[in-house]
Nanobody
Framework: GQLVESGGGLVQPGGSLRLSCAAS????????VSWYRQAPGKERELVAT????????SYADSVKDRFTISRDNAKNTVYLQMNSLEPKDTAVYLC?????????WGQGTQVTVSS
């Protein structure tokens, strides 16, 4: 199994980006999926999680009301919609899919928020 993130880039403060996390060789809807981020010199931070069967979501306080995690099961993909971006959101964003002993990570996509 493999996860591939995409959608990162450079955006101005106040802008939006949508990150994608696409899975291959396994069915993503059967897994919990989380987005993490890691900024230079900082610890990895859990940003958002979506559960498997019921798609219940949860968010870090730092992104609540600005970010939305969602699934498209037909595309075997999970998204992270990021609005009202701030410079402090600059980081490498990684997705993770996990279920029982299976634990997959993507390689990450860079998000830079700067004017």
């Amino acid at each position: 199994g493999q996860l591939v993130e995409s959608g990162g880039g450079l955006v101005q403060p106040g802008g939006s980006l949508r990150l994608s996390c696409a899975a291959s060789a396994f069915t993503l809807s059967n897994y919990y999926v989380s987005w993490y981020r890691q900024a230079p010199g900082k610890e990895r931070e859990l940003v958002a999680t979506i559960s498997s069967t019921t798609s219940i979501s949860s968010y870090a306080d730092s992104v609540k009301d600005r970010f939305t995690i969602s699934r498209d099961n037909a595309k075997n993909t999970v998204y992270l919609q990021m609005n009202s971006l701030e410079p402090k959101d600059t980081a490498v964003y990684l997705c993770r899919a996990y279920r029982f002993r299976n634990d997959y990570w993507g390689q990450g996509t860079q998000v830079t928020v700067s004017s």
